[in-house]
């Protein structure tokens, strides 16, 4: 009932910068929340990034001060503003949608299928 969509990943160097783009689909009455997830091999999932309908945000202590998220309402998108990234900021980058469903008016999260990201020179 409801998509979602990232784009922006690639290859960048360390230093260099990426902005990740996500887009919600379908039926959403409201979204409360909208986040970026990544993944790392052998690591678990972390929060990188997150923001609410209140505008509130959550950043991982490790990327303060480097990465941005930001909302566009209208669109229901979220963006991630990636700067002076480093190796270890390499993985799969995952968008998760906190929304109720018009549908039937059920509270429910949605994933993305994830964009890689990898920093290297």
């Not at 990740?20 to 091999?41: D, V």
């Not at 991630?80 to 906190?98: F, G, I, R, W």
Request: aromatic share 10%; charged share 15%; glycine share 10%.
């Amino acid at each position: 009932q409801v998509q979602v969509v990232e784009s922006g990943g690639g290859l960048v160097q360390p230093g260099g910068s990426l902005r990740l783009s996500c887009a919600a689909y379908g039926s959403i009455f409201s979204i409360y929340a909208m986040g970026w997830y990544r993944q790392a091999p052998g690591k678990q999932r972390e929060l990188v990034a997150a923001i609410t309908s209140s505008s509130s945000t959550n950043y991982a202590d490790s990327v303060k001060g480097r990465f941005t998220i930001a909302r566009d309402n209208a669109k229901n998108t979220v963006y991630l503003q990636m700067n002076s990234l480093k190796p270890e900021d390499t993985a799969v980058y995952s968008c998760n949608v906190d929304v109720r469903v018009a549908a039937d008016m059920r509270r429910a999260n949605y994933w993305g299928q994830g964009t890689q990201v990898t920093v290297s020179s």
